[in-house]
């Protein structure tokens, strides 16, 4: 690509308030983290981030992590199928199939690489592929390589269903089980009533360790058993405090994936480390109802403070409470406004999503006093943006 061509569209970018750049930032606990903005380094309310359960800044878990560091080191040396599947690999392995009622599971290096991996594997020439058309780009860029792939209307099942009595080949479904921009989910019984013999696959990154008994994902929560599904997929960066992603399902599908994915085939296996700490973490996770419980309240509680306050919220009920904004630039305003009172709230605006809105997360670590100073406090930055 021509370097003049990058200049262009990076001014290009900039002047239309689309240019993106990390912010340094480094999580705390109590759901705070610490940023530097403008050459100021200041401690912030942390409403943006995954960690749903606040199991980021636990101290035991940390000491897991560093120990296991110590005895098996950082690197895995290889891709899983060469010398990167190591005992601590095969550990982590179990206690998922074990937590999740699956026959086997896969580790990969990203819940983006699980989901490609997935609809590699298990999207043939002939099939035609139906995805929510608010999937996540992970699913998106996939689907993209497929021969046939049509979206159908966000968690609307007559919408699938119409797509699914249309199509003059074999199909495969692909949905996710909490939406990661509007917080909400589809009705996973009926979508599989509809589904009929048709696989189904499921991106479950926001419902895992967060719904369900001992945190098994937003299909447990729904009363529906793995089996329901082809396959699941999920990651461990979002409530389980780490790093990578898995597929799991039984031993027929997941030994197919493994002999097709190339995600999986030629990159190289998880940290051990990380996969001694993400097996604690995901013990943590199935006995710590008492998190589970936490972040449930703090969901009520923005809720009713909200609802109070006459934001405009969506009918989400996970902890990924999107608050509705006029237009990007509104979104921007109120945002930055909320930064400059020590809260941190992400601008989700187009293309990303369809419509402009604050994308606020909440968490365990969470307390009724902070929520209460972010709606306050977005009020009162609403009514400065003239809203
Ligand atoms: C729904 C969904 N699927 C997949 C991913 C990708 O996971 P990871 O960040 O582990 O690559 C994300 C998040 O980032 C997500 O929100």
Not at 9 to 22: D, G, I, T
Not at 299 to 327: E, N, Y
């Amino acid at each position: 690509m021509q370097l003049t061509y990058m200049r262009q569209l990076l001014a290009q970018k900039q002047q239309q308030s689309l240019y993106r750049a990390e912010a340094v930032t480094e999580p705390l606990p109590g759901g705070r983290l610490r940023a530097t903005v403008d050459g100021i380094t200041r401690q912030y309310l942390n409403f943006s981030g995954n960690d749903y359960l606040g199991l980021s800044a636990d101290s035991q878990l940390r000491q897991i992590y560093a120990d296991a560091a110590l005895c098996y080191g950082a690197a895995s040396t290889g891709s899983p199928l060469v010398t990167g599947y190591h005992p601590v690999h095969q550990a982590l392995t179990d206690e998922l199939c074990e937590w999740l009622g699956v026959d086997d599971v896969l580790l990969l290096s990203s819940g983006f690489a699980a989901n490609q991996a997935m609809l590699q594997a298990l999207v043939g020439e002939q099939d035609l592929l139906l995805l929510d058309k608010l999937c996540h780009a992970s699913m998106i860029d996939a689907a993209m390589h497929k021969p046939h792939f049509q979206r159908f209307l966000h968690n609307d099942l007559q919408s699938l269903s119409q797509r699914l009595s249309k199509a003059q080949q074999p199909c495969v479904i692909a949905t996710e089980g909490v939406f990661s921009m509007d917080g909400d989910s589809p009705d996973l019984a009926m979508l599989v009533k509809t589904a009929g013999e048709t696989p189904v696959l499921l991106d479950d990154a926001h419902g895992i360790g967060v719904q369900g008994a001992e945190g098994a994902g937003s299909w447990a929560a729904q009363g529906l058993k793995a089996q329901h599904f082809q396959c699941l997929m999920a990651n461990f960066g979002k409530a389980l405090a780490a790093q990578g992603g898995f597929l799991a399902g039984s031993s027929d599908v997941i030994d197919f994936i493994r002999q097709q994915a190339r995600h999986y085939i030629y990159s190289t296996a998880l940290s051990p480390a990380l996969s001694v700490l993400i097996r604690a973490t995901v013990q943590r996770v199935r006995t710590e109802q008492w998190r589970r419980d936490k972040l449930q309240e703090n969901i009520a509680t923005f809720r009713a403070l909200a609802s109070d306050s006459h934001l405009p919220l969506l009918a989400s009920h996970s902890a990924i409470q999107p608050v509705m904004m006029a237009s990007s630039e509104v979104a921007l305003a109120v945002s930055q406004r909320l930064k400059e009172q020590g809260i941190w709230v992400s601008a989700i605006r187009p293309p990303t999503v369809p419509t402009a809105r604050l994308r606020v997360t909440l968490s365990a670590a969470h307390q009724v006093e902070d929520l209460q100073v972010l709606i306050g406090t977005l009020q009162q930055a609403l009514q400065e943006a003239n809203v």
